[in-house]
């Protein structure tokens, strides 16, 4: 078997194409639905974003799984190969896990570190696991990309630090007032920046928000979704009065606010420190304002300097995470490798198990003069010196099905306890698919032969004895 990840995303394709391909929440499970059914597909998940649509495959042959999966594409998303075949990337084995690892860790987001994608992650994941379209491979997957997604933002500040502007501006007041506790916050411009300025701020600590727009009914909306009031354009000069933080974001192309409005207000706060942030593209806010007593302003530009310094911590919490994933894909590999040993295994403990229990049959049938509890004690001391027996080349099998002479060492551990016909034979009255010649294949051949697992391994949670 084979893990493939196939798909278009904002640094291959751009956004006129990738909205072709985008997929609801809705229209998601009949297509996982069609492309589980298609040819050389055992395990699928899908991810969409509005920067990517990924297909996550456990494939059993890559040479022609390549043109199925771009039949599954024109057929789902009505879009030609010609069109699409130049934006398309294709990962194989350790190059697609690793990339599911950077993808969960946000570190191949158009952010680096930003969190959204996480959730999208799980979400995609456990649409998947709905949908009955993972397995044995994918559950253990991606239950360790989520695991060590939450792990590099626990460990590393790959999210400490803002990025966008709506959280630097926040930042920035944070650092002058050091706390939004008691600070009278004003929002200008109930548009996209302007929602999500008010949830920093709220996230902050700021607790009292007012909002500000031209349109009244939005800024309504806006100040209820975040516990903040709607105050009329009509009152600007008293809410700025009060104000000790200004935040402004409207799609004006005229300054909101002119030197001769902050100006009028300054005689009555007493003394107190307005701050000023203008993030607006035109600026909302006249520079002269800058040069008024007791008034700080900061723009866009002034906000570059937070921006780059945290995308540069974030930058360096990136490469401790991609030692983390490193050290990830190394573990996953590992156990991609002693995956197949289990059925093996099993083997020699059922074919030990019969010759112990013919063995003592035979020996209790010439002595009928033993007690029930002589029996138990034989047939219990009997069973620990076979468990013992075993010990030890079960333990040397695990580890050596781990190096890169597994499948002959498979191989060899088949052939040297004589568990041929043992692999053969049937369980539950179905034949068990995992042959010898399975077994003296490459590992990935093996790791097919894996019994249908219980409801806790599907989790992600499965241990091979």
Same mark, same amino acid.
């Given at each position: 078997?084979h893990?493939?990840?196939?798909?278009?995303?904002?640094?291959?394709?751009?956004?006129?194409?990738?909205e072709?391909?985008?997929?609801?929440?809705?229209?998601?499970?009949?297509?996982?639905?069609?492309?589980?059914?298609?040819?050389?597909?055992?395990?699928?998940?899908?991810?969409?974003?509005?920067?990517?649509?990924?297909?996550?495959?456990?494939?059993?042959r890559?040479k022609?799984?390549?043109?199925?999966?771009?039949?599954?594409?024109?057929?789902?998303?009505?879009?030609?190969?010609?069109?699409? !075949?130049?934006?398309?990337?294709?990962? @194989? #084995?350790? $190059? *697609?896990?690793?990339?599911?690892?950077? &993808?969960?860790?946000? +570190?191949?987001?158009?952010v680096?570190?930003?969190?959204?994608?996480?959730?999208?992650?799980?979400?995609?994941?456990?649409?998947?696991?709905?949908?009955?379209?993972?397995?044995?491979?994918?559950?253990?997957?991606?239950?360790?990309?989520?695991?060590?997604?939450?792990?590099?933002?626990?460990?590393?500040?790959?999210?400490?630090?803002p990025v966008?502007v709506?959280?630097?501006?926040?930042?920035l007041?944070?650092?002058?007032?050091?706390?939004?506790?008691?600070?009278?916050v004003?929002?200008?411009?109930?548009?996209?920046?302007?929602?999500?300025?008010?949830?920093?701020?709220?996230?902050?600590?700021?607790?009292?928000?007012?909002?500000? !727009?031209?349109?009244?009914?939005?800024? @309504? #909306?806006? $100040? *209820?979704?975040?516990?903040?009031?709607? &105050?009329?354009?009509a +009152?600007?000069?008293?809410?700025?009065?009060?104000?000790?933080?200004?935040?402004?974001?409207?799609?004006?192309?005229?300054?909101?606010?002119?030197?001769?409005?902050?100006?009028?207000?300054l005689?009555?706060?007493?003394?107190?420190?307005l701050?000023?942030?203008?993030?607006?593209?035109?600026?909302?806010?006249?520079p002269a304002?800058a040069?008024?007593?007791?008034?700080?302003?900061?723009?866009?530009?002034?906000?570059?300097?937070?921006?780059?310094?945290?995308?540069?911590?974030?930058?360096?919490?990136?490469?401790?995470?991609?030692?983390?994933?490193?050290?990830?894909?190394a573990?996953?590999?590992?156990?991609?490798?002693?995956?197949?040993?289990?059925?093996?295994?099993?083997?020699?403990?059922?074919?030990?198990?019969?010759?112990?229990?013919?063995?003592?049959?035979? +020996?209790?049938?010439?002595?009928?003069?033993?007690?029930?509890?002589?029996?138990?004690?034989?047939?219990?001391?009997?069973?620990?010196?076979?468990?013992q027996?075993?010990?030890?080349?079960?333990?040397?099998?695990?580890?050596?099905?781990?190096?890169?002479?597994?499948?002959?060492?498979?191989?060899?551990?088949?052939?040297?306890?004589?568990?041929?016909?043992?692999?053969?034979?049937?369980?539950?009255?179905?034949?068990?698919?995992?042959?010898?010649?399975?077994?003296?294949?490459?590992?990935?051949?093996?790791?097919?032969?894996?019994?249908?697992?219980?409801?806790?391994?599907?989790?992600?949670?499965m241990?091979?004895?």
């Open positions: 078997m893990i493939l990840t196939v798909g278009l995303h904002y640094r291959t394709a751009p956004v006129e194409l990738r072709k391909f985008a997929l609801s929440g809705a229209d998601l499970p009949e297509a996982l639905q069609d492309l589980k059914e298609t040819p050389s597909v055992l395990e699928c998940v899908i991810l969409s974003t509005c920067n990517r649509t990924e297909l996550y495959l456990v494939v059993d890559k022609m799984c390549g043109n199925y999966i771009r039949s599954f594409l024109e057929r789902r998303f009505g879009v030609s190969r010609e069109e699409f !075949n130049p934006h398309l990337f294709i990962l @194989e #084995e350790e $190059a *697609a896990v690793r990339h599911l690892f950077q &993808v969960a860790c946000g +570190l191949d987001s158009m680096i570190g930003e969190t959204q994608i996480l959730g999208q992650v799980k979400t995609a994941f456990q649409c998947a696991q709905a949908e009955k379209t993972t397995g044995t491979l994918f559950n253990r997957l991606f239950k360790q990309a989520v695991t060590l997604a939450k792990r590099a933002r626990t460990e590393t500040s790959i999210a400490d630090n966008s709506s959280y630097a501006a926040v930042e007041g944070r650092r002058f007032f050091g706390t939004f506790s008691g600070k009278r004003l929002i200008l411009g109930a548009g996209k920046m302007g929602e999500l300025t008010a949830k920093h701020l709220q996230s902050g600590g700021a607790a009292e928000l007012a909002v500000m !727009n031209r349109t009244f009914e939005k800024a @309504e #909306e806006l $100040a *209820a979704r975040f516990g903040g009031h709607a &105050v009329p354009m +009152l600007l000069g008293e809410e700025l009065a009060a104000a000790d933080i200004v935040i402004s974001s409207t799609g004006s192309n005229a300054n909101v606010l002119s030197r001769a409005d902050v100006e009028a207000i005689p009555g706060r007493s003394g107190r420190s701050f000023l942030i203008d993030i607006a593209v035109p600026r909302d806010i006249d304002v040069k008024l007593p007791g008034v700080r302003l900061y723009n866009v530009d002034d906000l570059e300097s937070i921006i780059e310094t945290n995308l540069e911590e974030r930058r360096k919490a990136a490469e401790l995470i991609e030692e983390m994933i490193g050290g990830e894909c573990d996953f590999e590992h156990w991609l490798k002693t995956l197949g040993v289990g059925p093996v295994i099993h083997a020699l403990q059922e074919k030990s198990g019969r010759i112990h229990e013919d063995t003592v049959d035979n +020996l209790l049938q010439k002595l009928p003069h033993l007690s029930e509890r002589d029996q138990t004690v034989i047939r219990r001391l009997t069973k620990s010196i076979v468990n027996m075993l010990r030890d080349p079960i333990m040397r099998i695990k580890e050596m099905a781990g190096e890169e002479s597994g499948p002959e060492a498979i191989r060899q551990f088949v052939k040297l306890f004589a568990l041929e016909d043992m692999l053969h034979e049937r369980e539950d009255g179905e034949t068990r698919e995992a042959g010898p010649s399975r077994f003296a294949a490459e590992a990935d051949q093996a790791k097919a032969e894996l019994a249908p697992l219980t409801e806790e391994a599907a989790a992600g949670s241990v091979i004895a």
